[in-house]
């Protein structure tokens, strides 16, 4: 079963800072890799779409890459700005018929002016 | 284009009563998901119909039906609320399962006294 680990569940960064945040998978057999935003009390908003054939993604000062070998996938923010603080969660979606996005649990970062 | 839309956004209802969450998506999108995000959980998958016409059970489906009225809209019910129940719904859509980016509804935040 895939599982699919955030670690830590919490940055805290003062403005300014290059930040990566890290998502560790367990099963490298994936579709695709999606990164989310989601703000405090709304919904999921997706940030980055990465194939499993790709390396990397990138949108605006959002870089992610993806380590299909290893488990891992990385989203880097360059210049971090309060604005950027909300939660960031991973999901990966398994290769197969009907598959299904599995979630971490998200690391909620807080970029302090 | 309106993307994922939900209602209602919030509701309380008493132990017992029932209700429909209502999702709708003007995006085209074959495949639709409902999920529930609680503290310390994540998003676990509630239901999904891959393409109109086909439902199936996710993750906690127990105490929830589902409906998919037309290509458009997937609806959630619950017949006899309980407290359990209490948490955030999402409502997502893709236009197929594989190799494409899933969109989320804003939510519905749901209180069972």
Redesign the interface.
């Known amino acids: 079963k895939q599982e699919v680990t955030q670690i830590p569940a919490a940055l805290s960064v003062p403005e300014g800072e290059n930040l990566v945040l890290n998502c560790s998978f367990t099963d490298s057999a994936i579709y695709n890799l999606q990164w989310f935003r989601q703000d405090p009390g709304k919904g999921l908003t997706s940030l980055l779409l990465i194939q499993s054939s790709q390396r990397e993604q990138t949108s605006g000062r959002l870089n992610a890459s993806l380590d299909k070998s290893s488990g891992r996938s990385t989203l880097y923010i360059a210049a971090s700005q309060p604005g950027d603080s909300a939660t960031y969660l991973c999901a990966v979606r398994p290769a197969g018929a009907n598959s299904k996005l599995t979630f971490g649990k998200g690391i909620t970062l807080s970029v302090r002016p | 284009n309106a993307g994922?839309t939900q209602t209602p956004k919030f509701q309380v209802l008493k132990t017992g009563q029932s209700m429909t969450l209502q999702c709708a998506q003007d995006m085209n999108h074959n495949s639709m998901?409902w999920y529930r995000q609680d503290p310390?959980?994540?998003?676990r998958?509630i239901y999904?119909s891959?393409s109109e016409g086909t439902t199936?059970k996710?993750e906690v489906p127990n105490g929830y039906n589902v409906s998919r009225l037309n290509k458009r809209e997937f609806s959630l019910r619950l017949e006899s609320a309980a407290p359990s129940q209490t948490s955030v719904y999402?409502c997502?859509s893709i236009i197929r399962?594989?190799?494409?980016?899933?969109?989320?509804?804003?939510?519905t935040?749901l209180t069972v006294t």
């Open positions: 994922v998901y310390g959980m994540g998003l998958l999904y891959a199936d996710g999402f997502a399962q594989g190799l494409y980016e899933q969109y989320f509804g804003p939510g935040r």
